[in-house]
Nanobody, 125 residues
Framework: QVQLVESGGGLVQAGGSLRLSCAAS????????MGWFRQAPGKEREFVAG????????VYADSVKGRFTLSKDNAKNTVYLQMNSLKPEDTAVYYC??????????????????WGQGTQVTVSS
């Protein structure tokens, strides 16, 4: 089984930065692609960023491209989402997700089998 625990959310002013972390337990981490999704009130959950099992390939939603950076540390079983130049529209609950073992490529839609509990990010204007 895989457990994902997010941390690093909080309240920040527009233009500020936050770094989210997702610590994973279980053997799947090094052989799975990982992703971050977010869900704002009244909206559907949306893909934010994803990273391949090796960390060598990343994919970003157009809305965060150039502002967010996703990285993966297999030794620490942790993925990091560095969020810069935050905007009020980035306000949402952010969820870390992992694909099943062996699914090494990023998916921007479905295909994630394990989810964290979410961490709130609030950007004030």
């Amino acid at each position: 089984q895989v457990q994902l625990v997010e941390s690093g959310g909080g309240l920040v002013q527009a233009g500020g930065s936050l770094r989210l972390s997702c610590a994973a337990s279980g053997r799947t981490f090094s052989s799975s692609a990982m992703g971050w999704f977010r869900q704002a009130p009244g909206k559907e959950r949306e893909f934010v960023a994803g990273i391949s099992w090796s960390g060598g390939s990343t994919v970003y939603a157009d809305s965060v491209k150039g502002r967010f950076t996703l990285s993966k540390d297999n030794a620490k079983n942790t993925v990091y989402l560095q969020m810069n130049s935050l905007k009020p529209e980035d306000t949402a609950v952010y969820y870390c997700a992992a694909r099943a073992p062996g699914r090494i490529h990023v998916s921007t839609s479905g295909g994630y089998d394990f989810w964290g509990q979410g961490t709130q990010v609030t950007v004030s204007s």
